[in-house]
């Protein structure tokens, strides 16, 4: 049984879909990434969840109040994992890597479960470019011959991520160092772009 999370679910616009419709389509169901709370199924402008509630998509207002409750969601995570030192294959705020920092926040927000490390994180979900980031996007880095680093894009060129050098922090995509070990963008929680 889990347990409750005080955070509010914000799956009432971003939904799962991606790689559940891609693997679908494919016919490897068994690599399915749908978890238990969302419908696939649409009709009209709508998605429906499991509990039949509908969301409208055609209505802008409403996709910017949840984009940012998203942010807000984001931001208290941050809060609560901020200066919590980096250590590789931690899981906890003793210490934690980046992958696991990821995988724990999207787990808290968007009740979906990552996989463990960076590299099969970079293959869930859809290729975004990075002029098209939006909040909740995951961003990825090469920063050496077989070693990568994965961490949360906040919006407005900021990312959040467990560095190796100062712990869960947030730091800007334009910073050189970052920009210069910039590999990929994914998004793996979807809104009305289906």
């Known amino acids: 049984m889990r347990r409750a999370v005080s955070m509010p679910r914000l ?41 039949g509630r509908g969301t409208d998509d055609s209505d802008p207002g ?5 984009t940012a409750r998203l942010e807000a969601a984001l931001h208290q995570v941050y809060e609560r994992w901020a200066g919590t030192p980096y250590r ?35 293959q869930v979900g859809m290729s975004i470019p990075r002029q098209d980031l ?23 060129g900021r990312f959040m991520h467990a560095s190796s050098s100062q712990g869960v922090t947030i730091s800007r995509l334009d910073n050189i160092y970052w920009r210069h070990h910039y590999w990929q963008a994914r998004r793996i929680l979807a809104t009305s772009r289906m």
């Open 11 to 51: 799956r009432s616009y971003r939904f799962i879909i991606i790689m559940a419709v891609t693997l679908v389509a494919s016919g490897c169901a068994s690599q399915g990434l749908q978890r238990g709370h969302t419908d696939l199924s649409r009709a009209g402008g709508s998605v429906k969840q499991r509990d």
């Open 62 to 66: 409403m996709l910017s109040s949840a």
């Open 134 to 156: 939006e909040a909740g996007d995951l961003v990825f880095f090469k920063t050496g011959a077989l070693s990568h680093h994965v961490g949360i894009y906040l919006g407005r």
């Open 88 to 122: 590789y294959g931690g899981q906890s705020r003793n210490g934690v890597d980046c992958s696991s920092f990821v995988r724990q926040t999207v787990d808290t927000v968007e009740s979906y479960e990552l996989p463990r490390t960076t590299v099969e994180q970079a």
